[in-house]
C-alpha cells in the first residue's frame, strides 16, 4: 500500500478541525502530522495542538503533502499564502470568501494544487446535478432556496446555497435574488428567494423548492454528522497530493 498522505490541519479545535483529526485517525491512507490553531488547546483526540502564528516554520519543520483548512476566510488566506510559500497542496473547506479571498486563492494556486469546495459532501454534489436538471426542465416554475445551520455559523447564506444559486444561473441566466421577505413584498417573476436559518445543532440542510400553480418539486439533503465533510475533505487530500499547481474541483475527484 502506498504511503499515507500527509496532512496538516488548521483550525483543530474547531468543529470541523476535532471532526477531520478523528476521521483522519480511522482512515491508513491519511496521517495528520500537524494540527495548528490561533488559540492554545493542548491537544484534540491526543494529536498535539500548535499555534498557528508559526504555521510557516511548523510547514517547513513537518513537510506534509496537503493542508486541510476549515477556519474563516481571513485565516484561510493567511494559511493558503503560507503554504504556496512552503510548496505545499491546500484542501479548502472554508466559507464565505469574498472577491479579494478568491483572487487570493487563485494566486496561490499558481505556486500549489489547490481545491476549494464549499460542501465536501457526496450527496450535495448529487443535488447540484439533479437541480441542473430539475431547473432546466421546469424553466417557468418559482425556485426557492433554503438553508438551516447550527446557531454558531457566521457567514450567511451558507457556500453551499450560494454553489446552488450559481448551478440555477448557469442553466437560466442571472436572475433577481430575494433574501428573506417582509411587509408588502409580492413575489416578482423570475426571482429567486433565499432563506437562511439558524438554530440548534443543525449540521446542515439545504433545499430547492421548484413550484407553479400545480405542482410543487422539493430536492433536499440533510448533513447528519460532520463526519461525511471531514471524509470528503480528506479524499480530496488524498486525490490532490501528487497533483501539480493548479486549481481544482472536488467534482474531479468525486469522477476519480
Ligand atoms: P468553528 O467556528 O467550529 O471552527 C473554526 C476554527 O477556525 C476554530 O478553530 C477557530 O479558532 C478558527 N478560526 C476562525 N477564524 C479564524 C481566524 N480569523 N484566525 C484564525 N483562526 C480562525 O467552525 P466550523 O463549523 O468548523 O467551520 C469552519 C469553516 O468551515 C466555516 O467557514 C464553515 O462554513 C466551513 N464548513 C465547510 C464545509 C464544507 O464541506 N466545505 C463543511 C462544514 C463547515
Redesign the pocket.
Known sequence: MAAPVRVAIT???????RELIDVADSRDDVEVVLAV???PVEAVSGVPVRD?DDLPELLAETDPDVMVD???P??SVEYVAACAEAGVGVVV????FDEDGHAALDEAAESVPLLH?????RGVAALRRAVREAVAALPDYDVEVTETHHN??R?APS?TANTLLTEIDDVRGESERVYGREGDQPRMEGEIGVHARRAGGVTGEHEVLLADDHQLLSLTHRAGS?GV?AAGALDAAVWLADRDAGRYDFDEVLDA
Open positions: 483550525g483543530a479545535a474547531g468543529r470541523m478541525g490553531n490561533r488559540s498557528a476549515f477556519t474563516g481571513e485565516s473547506g472554508t466559507t464565505g469546495a464549499t460542501n465536501f459532501s454558531g455559523k457567514d457556500g460532520r465533510f
